[in-house]
């Protein structure tokens, strides 16, 4: 028995449960590990992702954890069009060879940049190249988005990496909060069972049930929708509008390389890969090539063996012009995410509202989506996973006056009942002692 069930075990999930730890919780993940999108690898002393790439800001972070070293990927960043690679300190620098500073094209894209023109008013090679820049850190196409979020394509990213990884902030979590974890347990149902919630969930083939008052479902959307029957239609109708974009990660790892250009990342509007970031790492000979397939081109992904991915990755890093020949190859892999990251669309943004927190009585929702300002990202989820804590907070606090209520009436009731019985055992005595006594004769005098 439990005061919260938590279904998923990334940061959304964690940081809901470090915000918990005063009520006994129970964290259910699917998976052999937690983290959820954030997943690292590491290969000899180097550590690398192959989900969240970017690096996640302190403000993110569980008190008293110190981030490890974090480092910045050195060099310009690159657009790789008509067979060049164009470098530049920033976006405009490599746009300027493309299209003249001072044109109408030009500030045709400023203004799709700025939410105020669609991006259909590109010519399409304009419009690829502006997409491509976008894809950088979101994982759907531009003209899918909230026109506010288009001049996230005009933003440099200067690529921050920690030495061991995101999944630094991940095992910070897990050991700051006191749940109780259940790994590769696969949720199947939530049901409301009296007073509380059932969780039934599938582990090492046998099929178990877990109560609690509360239940956070911190998955992606889709997920969660499948999980809870009698939802508010709010709540079904804003989960149902949600759309997540998929992309795939193939990470290729190199000694010695080198090249004429330092770069930290690469975009390629004519492949159908998106994006190339490199990283290093001080003092290494190790160069990692994590290369990105976004939305469409990721589905075309889903259907090669492993093998034949990782050789077409190879072939259009070396069409870009990269000389990974002359370079000692080490390792190499590839990750599918389905549920990429939130598309963070104009008719799914207007439903989302605090009361869509609330799904069901006793059952909550929490996840980047759900985070009003970006819903998308590390930072986003952490955030979201502190508010759902609230709510729940609050909700435990009620349902346990309400409980104490109960028992108190229950208790005052009983009491009743045990005075009534006391007071007719006492009578019931007194009765049976007049029976055991003697009557008096009483003598009525004859009428004169």
């Not at 129970?26 to 690292?40: F, K, S, W």
């Not at 490199?278 to 992904?301: M, N, Q, W």
């Not at 869509?356 to 059952?363: H, Q």
Request: proline residues 6%; hydrophobic residues 40%.
């Amino acid at each position: 028995m439990y005061e919260t069930i938590i279904i998923g075990a990334g940061l959304a999930g964690l940081s809901a449960a470090y915000h918990l730890q005063e009520y006994k919780t129970l964290i259910l993940e699917r998976e052999i590990n937690p983290g959820g999108r954030v997943r690292t690898r590491k290969i000899d002393f180097h550590c690398y992702d192959v989900g969240a790439v970017l690096g996640y800001n302190h403000e993110s972070v569980p008190h008293g954890f110190s981030p490890p070293e974090a480092f910045e990927e050195p060099g310009p960043i690159g657009l790789f069009i008509d067979g060049k690679i164009h470098f530049g300190k920033s976006v405009i620098e490599c746009l300027s060879p493309i299209i003249t500073p001072d044109s109408t094209e030009f500030a045709t894209l400023l203004a799709v940049a700025s939410g105020t023109l669609s991006p259909t008013c590109l010519p399409q090679q304009h419009r690829d190249i502006l997409n491509a820049f976008f894809q950088v850190i979101h994982p759907g196409n531009i003209e899918e988005y909230l026109p506010a979020f288009h001049a996230h394509a005009l933003l440099n990213y200067r690529p921050r990496h920690y030495l061991t990884g995101n999944r630094g902030l991940i095992d910070a979590y897990c050991q700051k909060t006191q749940a109780c974890f259940e790994y590769e347990a696969k949720v199947f149902s939530i049901k409301k069972s009296g007073k509380y919630i059932g969780v039934s969930f599938k582990k090492n083939g046998i099929f178990r049930r877990a109560l609690a008052r509360a239940v956070i479902v911190a998955t992606p959307a889709p997920i969660a929708a499948s999980l809870i029957p009698d939802m508010s239609d709010l709540c079904r109708y804003f989960l149902q509008s949600l759309r997540y974009g998929r992309f795939t990660v193939v990470a290729l790892g190199y000694d010695a390389f080198s090249c004429d250009q330092d770069f930290s990342y690469i975009v390629t509007p004519d492949l159908p890969i998106t994006t190339i970031y490199k990283t290093t790492f001080p003092g290494s000979r190790t160069t990692i090539f994590l290369v990105y397939y976004c939305d469409d081109a990721s589905r075309e992904t889903w259907q090669l063996p492993e093998n034949e991915l990782i050789a077409q990755t190879k072939a259009y890093i070396k069409s870009v012009g990269l000389p990974i020949n002359n370079a000692e190859f080490r390792f190499a892999e590839a990750h599918r995410w389905e549920y990429g990251g939130t598309i963070i669309a104009p008719e799914s943004h207007k439903l989302l509202h605090i009361d869509t927190l609330n799904a069901a009585p006793g059952i909550y929702l929490a996840g980047d989506y759900l985070h009003s300002d970006f819903p998308y990202g590390m930072d986003a989820a952490v955030k979201s996973g502190m508010e759902t804590a609230k709510h729940v907070r609050c909700f435990l606090q009620d349902t346990y006056h309400d409980r104490k209520t109960d028992h108190n009436a229950e208790r005052l009731s009983t009491q009743q009942s045990l005075l009534i019985k006391q007071c007719f055992n006492k009578l019931m005595d007194l009765a049976q002692e007049a029976c055991q006594r003697p009557m008096p004769m009483i003598c009525i005098p004859p009428k004169p």
